[in-house]
């Protein structure tokens, strides 16, 4: 087998991978890892355009993430979604205090960085010869080896089979997995796949039935979650409650009640609003109300609030508020 037949996956990313992603043109590793965090239930779409650019503007180096408070974090977090990811970026940096390791061992010591985030890391910014398993990964590895269904110990076994068999002297470990990736991204797609587009195609096991690896899961009904939101505002100041579940842990927002609780009297209705989660709908009523003193501990101007980290379910409320002409700008 001459060279160009053995390295076919890498010439094919030289040829077609998405060179101009800023996360690959640079070796500085707390922009790579940034952006796999960042990458991590969220399309590079929506990264490039809303998230990443800003971030960085925000928070230059590691050190300077390290040296902010988690609120700062999260603000800059604030409509990305999935807030576990901000708050172990804030405690990766206090702890390293802004020096990631260079290992994809010692990475995984780390705060929120598992084995495939850690293998990245250590590759594209250390030149560490590892594979990685993101989602797209695997869904190669499921039909390229016509599996029905693997467990993560099995996965990784594959995952560094076909490494070895493409990657012979790991000179190639970048290309490699910055071209599986690319792939699953634009090829070995969940639905419509492109198999004869795709370098691995000779080879491919499940290339005739690709959409039956693996095994498709029965989804899960979401949760059908109902709350009524209280805007308490004295003086044109509002009352806000840092969230304690996990979902949302860090953030602020206003008072939530289960439906079966009593509303004050006095509260106004605003009107509904809806919030879709990946496994939660929420439907939420929204009332505010005037109060004569402040029972609760923390209140905020407009302008304190418009530099905290709220969710879109407490932005979707405060905006009721606004639209019926309640909101008073100073």
Not at 46 to 64: A, I, M, N
Not at 293 to 303: G, H, R, S, V
């Amino acid at each position: 087998m001459n060279l160009e037949k053995k390295l076919s996956l890498i010439t094919w990313y030289k040829k077609n991978g998405r060179h101009e992603l800023p996360w690959r043109n640079t070796k500085n590793a707390y922009f790579i890892y940034l952006s796999e965090i960042m990458l991590q239930q969220t399309q590079v779409k929506t990264v490039l355009e809303r998230f990443y650019f800003p971030f960085l503007e925000k928070f230059p180096t590691f050190k300077s993430v390290a040296n902010a408070t988690e609120d700062e974090v999260l603000k800059m977090w604030e409509g990305l979604g999935y807030y576990t990811r901000a708050r172990n970026i804030y405690k990766t940096a206090q702890t390293t205090q802004g020096i990631l390791p260079k290992s994809a061992k010692e990475l995984t010591t780390l705060c929120g960085i598992g084995v495939s985030t850690a293998n990245a890391i250590a590759c594209f910014a250390f030149g560490e010869a590892v594979p990685i398993l993101d989602a797209n990964v695997k869904r190669i590895l499921y039909r390229y080896y016509a599996l029905k269904a693997a467990n993560e110990k099995q996965l990784w076994q594959y995952a560094y089979e076909l490494f070895n068999e493409n990657s012979k002297n790991k000179k190639y470990a970048y290309e490699y997995n910055q071209a599986l990736m690319d792939i699953g991204s634009l090829i070995c797609t969940r639905t419509n796949p492109k198999c004869e587009e795709c370098p691995l195609f000779k080879r491919c096991q499940g290339k005739e039935n690709s959409q039956e690896y693996p095994t498709k899961k029965i989804k899960k009904a979401k949760e059908q979650r109902y709350r009524n939101i209280l805007i308490y505002r004295h003086n044109n100041c509002f009352a806000l409650f840092q969230n304690e579940e996990k979902l949302l842990k860090g953030l602020y927002g206003f008072k939530q009640l289960k439906t079966d609780e009593e509303i004050e009297e006095k509260a106004m209705f605003l009107g509904e609003i809806k919030h879709e989660y990946s496994h939660i709908s929420l439907k939420a009523k929204v009332y505010v109300c005037e109060v004569l003193e402040k029972q609760f501990e923390k209140w905020f101007t407009l302008k304190e609030i418009n530099a905290l980290a709220m969710s879109k379910v407490d932005h979707k409320a405060f905006s009721l508020l606004e639209n019926k002409k309640l909101l008073i700008r100073n």
